[in-house]
Protein backbone atom coordinates (compact mmCIF):
# COMPACT_ATOMS: atom_id res chain seq x y z
CA UNK A 1 0.00 0.00 0.00
CA UNK A 2 1.90 3.21 -1.27
CA UNK A 3 1.64 6.32 1.59
CA UNK A 4 -0.31 3.87 4.24
CA UNK A 5 -0.34 7.12 6.56
CA UNK A 6 -0.70 9.60 4.44
CA UNK A 7 -2.51 12.63 6.10
CA UNK A 8 -1.59 11.58 9.80
CA UNK A 9 0.78 13.24 11.82
CA UNK A 10 3.05 11.65 14.05
CA UNK A 11 4.93 12.37 17.08
CA UNK A 12 8.43 10.81 18.33
CA UNK A 13 9.87 11.57 21.71
CA UNK A 14 13.91 10.52 21.37
CA UNK A 15 14.00 11.13 18.14
CA UNK A 16 17.25 12.71 17.40
CA UNK A 17 18.85 9.74 16.72
CA UNK A 18 18.83 5.64 16.73
CA UNK A 19 15.47 3.95 16.92
CA UNK A 20 13.35 7.36 17.49
CA UNK A 21 15.53 9.14 14.30
CA UNK A 22 14.66 5.93 12.08
CA UNK A 23 11.39 5.75 13.15
CA UNK A 24 10.69 9.45 12.17
CA UNK A 25 12.26 8.47 9.02
CA UNK A 26 10.18 5.22 8.11
CA UNK A 27 6.67 7.20 9.13
CA UNK A 28 7.88 10.05 6.90
CA UNK A 29 8.31 7.68 3.86
CA UNK A 30 4.88 6.00 5.11
CA UNK A 31 3.26 9.35 4.77
CA UNK A 32 2.90 10.95 7.87
CA UNK A 33 3.57 14.12 8.53
CA UNK A 34 6.04 14.42 11.78
CA UNK A 35 7.27 16.32 14.57
CA UNK A 36 10.39 15.72 16.46
CA UNK A 37 11.26 15.62 20.00
CA UNK A 38 14.18 15.49 22.02
CA UNK A 39 16.63 17.21 23.98
CA UNK A 40 19.70 17.90 20.97
CA UNK A 41 17.92 20.67 18.83
CA UNK A 42 20.72 20.56 16.21
CA UNK A 43 20.45 17.04 15.67
CA UNK A 44 16.85 17.44 15.13
CA UNK A 45 16.83 20.04 12.52
CA UNK A 46 19.44 18.14 10.68
CA UNK A 47 16.88 15.01 10.81
CA UNK A 48 14.09 17.46 9.62
CA UNK A 49 16.38 18.91 7.09
CA UNK A 50 16.93 15.01 6.05
CA UNK A 51 13.31 14.40 5.74
CA UNK A 52 11.98 17.21 4.27
CA UNK A 53 14.60 16.41 1.47
CA UNK A 54 13.76 12.86 0.91
CA UNK A 55 9.64 12.64 1.33
CA UNK A 56 6.62 15.22 1.10
CA UNK A 57 6.48 15.48 4.67
CA UNK A 58 5.76 18.39 6.98
CA UNK A 59 8.46 18.44 10.01
CA UNK A 60 8.33 20.33 12.82
CA UNK A 61 11.01 20.58 15.26
CA UNK A 62 9.83 20.74 19.01
CA UNK A 63 12.78 20.50 21.30
CA UNK A 64 11.49 18.77 24.87
CA UNK A 65 12.84 17.25 28.39
CA UNK A 66 10.42 14.28 28.56
CA UNK A 67 10.78 14.29 32.63
CA UNK A 68 9.67 18.07 32.57
CA UNK A 69 5.70 17.69 32.71
CA UNK A 70 5.21 21.02 31.43
CA UNK A 71 7.67 20.82 28.54
CA UNK A 72 6.03 17.30 27.59
CA UNK A 73 2.12 19.08 27.39
CA UNK A 74 3.57 22.03 25.64
CA UNK A 75 5.04 19.74 22.81
CA UNK A 76 1.53 17.73 22.14
CA UNK A 77 -0.32 21.28 22.32
CA UNK A 78 2.35 22.52 19.96
CA UNK A 79 2.27 19.18 17.58
CA UNK A 80 -1.52 19.75 17.35
CA UNK A 81 -1.75 23.53 16.53
CA UNK A 82 0.72 22.82 14.18
CA UNK A 83 -1.02 19.68 12.51
CA UNK A 84 -4.04 20.25 13.17
CA UNK A 85 -4.07 16.82 14.90
CA UNK A 86 -2.42 13.88 16.67
CA UNK A 87 -2.93 10.08 15.05
CA UNK A 88 0.50 8.54 16.12
CA UNK A 89 2.68 8.97 18.88
CA UNK A 90 5.73 7.12 19.44
CA UNK A 91 7.43 7.18 23.54
CA UNK A 92 10.60 6.13 22.51
CA UNK A 93 12.68 8.58 24.63
CA UNK A 94 14.63 6.25 27.14
CA UNK A 95 18.41 5.82 28.38
CA UNK A 96 20.18 3.10 30.98
CA UNK A 97 22.94 3.05 33.22
CA UNK A 98 24.56 -0.40 33.18
CA UNK A 99 25.67 -0.96 36.88
CA UNK A 100 24.52 -3.29 39.42
CA UNK A 101 22.40 -1.63 42.34
CA UNK A 102 24.48 -1.36 44.93
CA UNK A 103 26.25 0.96 42.54
CA UNK A 104 23.49 3.57 41.02
CA UNK A 105 23.73 7.10 42.92
CA UNK A 106 20.40 8.28 43.69
CA UNK A 107 21.15 10.53 40.11
CA UNK A 108 21.32 7.91 37.81
CA UNK A 109 18.64 6.02 39.46
CA UNK A 110 16.65 9.13 39.14
CA UNK A 111 17.47 9.55 35.63
CA UNK A 112 16.52 6.02 34.61
CA UNK A 113 12.87 6.51 36.27
CA UNK A 114 12.50 9.67 35.18
CA UNK A 115 13.32 9.17 31.39
CA UNK A 116 11.57 5.18 30.95
CA UNK A 117 8.87 5.99 33.41
CA UNK A 118 7.94 9.26 33.86
CA UNK A 119 8.77 10.82 30.40
CA UNK A 120 6.27 7.89 29.13
CA UNK A 121 3.78 8.54 31.49
CA UNK A 122 3.64 12.56 30.90
CA UNK A 123 3.69 11.71 26.79
CA UNK A 124 0.73 9.24 27.12
CA UNK A 125 -1.50 11.27 29.14
CA UNK A 126 -1.21 14.20 27.02
CA UNK A 127 -1.51 12.87 23.97
CA UNK A 128 -4.67 10.43 24.75
CA UNK A 129 -6.88 12.69 24.61
CA UNK A 130 -5.91 13.90 21.08
CA UNK A 131 -5.77 9.88 19.82
CA UNK A 132 -8.98 8.99 20.97
CA UNK A 133 -10.60 11.89 18.67
CA UNK A 134 -8.62 10.59 16.19
CA UNK A 135 -9.12 6.70 17.10
CA UNK A 136 -5.01 6.82 16.54
CA UNK A 137 -2.08 4.68 17.89
CA UNK A 138 0.65 4.99 20.42
CA UNK A 139 3.73 2.91 20.94
CA UNK A 140 5.76 2.58 23.34
CA UNK A 141 9.85 1.15 23.02
CA UNK A 142 9.74 -1.43 25.62
CA UNK A 143 12.52 -3.91 25.61
CA UNK A 144 13.55 -7.59 26.38
CA UNK A 145 14.26 -6.89 29.68
CA UNK A 146 10.82 -6.01 30.37
CA UNK A 147 9.61 -9.85 29.63
CA UNK A 148 12.87 -11.50 31.15
CA UNK A 149 15.27 -11.22 34.02
CA UNK A 150 18.35 -8.51 33.28
CA UNK A 151 20.30 -9.84 36.62
CA UNK A 152 22.85 -6.97 35.64
CA UNK A 153 20.40 -4.17 35.71
CA UNK A 154 17.65 -4.94 37.40
CA UNK A 155 16.40 -0.87 37.57
CA UNK A 156 16.92 -0.66 33.79
CA UNK A 157 14.49 -3.60 33.98
CA UNK A 158 12.07 -2.73 36.28
CA UNK A 159 11.48 0.74 33.88
CA UNK A 160 10.73 -1.89 31.63
CA UNK A 161 8.66 -4.07 32.86
CA UNK A 162 7.00 -1.21 34.22
CA UNK A 163 6.17 0.41 30.33
CA UNK A 164 4.79 -2.62 29.31
CA UNK A 165 2.45 -3.01 32.46
CA UNK A 166 1.61 0.36 31.94
CA UNK A 167 0.95 -0.51 27.70
CA UNK A 168 -1.45 -3.25 28.20
CA UNK A 169 -3.24 -1.86 31.12
CA UNK A 170 -3.59 1.36 28.86
CA UNK A 171 -5.09 -0.67 26.04
CA UNK A 172 -7.95 -2.19 28.34
CA UNK A 173 -8.45 1.58 29.55
CA UNK A 174 -9.04 3.22 26.31
CA UNK A 175 -9.14 0.35 23.60
CA UNK A 176 -12.73 0.66 23.74
CA UNK A 177 -12.32 4.38 22.71
CA UNK A 178 -10.66 2.95 19.76
CA UNK A 179 -7.47 3.73 20.63
CA UNK A 180 -4.35 1.07 19.28
CA UNK A 181 -1.60 0.41 22.05
CA UNK A 182 1.55 -1.29 21.16
CA UNK A 183 5.03 -2.12 23.20
CA UNK A 184 7.74 -3.39 20.66
CA UNK A 185 10.04 -5.30 22.67
CA UNK A 186 13.84 -5.54 20.74
CA UNK A 187 17.09 -7.28 22.39
CA UNK A 188 20.29 -5.10 21.48
CA UNK A 189 20.30 -2.68 18.87
CA UNK A 190 23.35 -0.85 17.88
CA UNK A 191 22.79 2.40 18.49
CA UNK A 192 24.31 5.18 20.84
CA UNK A 193 21.99 3.51 23.88
CA UNK A 194 24.39 2.89 26.89
CA UNK A 195 26.56 6.23 26.47
CA UNK A 196 25.60 7.00 29.83
CA UNK A 197 27.62 4.44 31.05
CA UNK A 198 30.89 4.25 28.72
CA UNK A 199 31.06 2.28 25.67
CA UNK A 200 27.13 2.47 23.17
CA UNK A 201 25.88 -0.31 22.15
CA UNK A 202 27.02 0.71 18.33
CA UNK A 203 30.55 0.42 19.40
CA UNK A 204 29.49 -3.26 21.55
CA UNK A 205 28.40 -5.00 18.68
CA UNK A 206 29.54 -5.29 14.65
CA UNK A 207 26.96 -4.33 12.12
CA UNK A 208 24.47 -7.74 11.31
CA UNK A 209 25.49 -8.82 14.73
CA UNK A 210 22.18 -7.74 16.39
CA UNK A 211 19.26 -5.81 15.50
CA UNK A 212 19.57 -2.38 13.64
CA UNK A 213 17.84 1.14 14.51
CA UNK A 214 15.47 0.48 11.08
CA UNK A 215 14.61 -3.05 11.72
CA UNK A 216 13.01 -1.50 14.96
CA UNK A 217 11.52 1.58 13.09
CA UNK A 218 9.81 -0.87 10.68
CA UNK A 219 8.31 -2.98 13.59
CA UNK A 220 6.91 0.66 14.57
CA UNK A 221 5.70 1.41 11.48
CA UNK A 222 3.86 -1.84 11.03
CA UNK A 223 2.08 -1.68 14.83
CA UNK A 224 0.96 2.11 13.68
CA UNK A 225 -0.47 1.28 10.34
CA UNK A 226 -3.11 -1.05 12.20
CA UNK A 227 -6.49 1.02 12.07
CA UNK A 228 -9.66 -0.49 14.53
CA UNK A 229 -10.31 -2.99 15.35
CA UNK A 230 -7.19 -4.28 15.60
CA UNK A 231 -3.98 -3.31 17.13
CA UNK A 232 -0.36 -4.87 18.03
CA UNK A 233 -0.46 -5.29 21.55
CA UNK A 234 3.16 -6.54 22.07
CA UNK A 235 5.81 -7.21 19.40
CA UNK A 236 8.83 -8.60 20.33
CA UNK A 237 12.02 -8.29 18.20
CA UNK A 238 14.51 -10.40 19.89
CA UNK A 239 17.86 -11.56 18.06
CA UNK A 240 17.50 -15.40 16.49
CA UNK A 241 19.94 -16.95 19.34
CA UNK A 242 19.02 -14.80 22.32
CA UNK A 243 16.52 -17.12 24.04
CA UNK A 244 19.14 -19.90 23.96
CA UNK A 245 21.46 -17.90 26.54
CA UNK A 246 18.88 -19.10 28.68
Known amino acids: M??????????????SSGIGAATARVLAEDGADVCLAARRVERLESLADEIRAATDAAVSVVPTD????????ALVDATVERFGSLDIVVCNAGLGVDKPVAELTDEEYR????VNVDGMFFTA????????ESEGNIVFL??????????????????????????????????????GVTCVNPTEVRTEFGSESGETQAESFD?????EAIEVADA???AVRQRSPNTVLSLDLY????????
Not at 125 to 132: C, K, Q, S
Request: without cysteine.
Open 142 to 179: GSMSGNHPRPHNPVYAATKWWVRGFASSLQGSIGEENV
Open 66 to 73: VTDPDAVR
Open 239 to 246: RRDKISHF
Open 125 to 132: REAIPHLV
Open 207 to 211: EGEVT
Open 220 to 222: IAY
Open 111 to 114: LMTG
Open 2 to 15: EDPLDGRTALVTGA
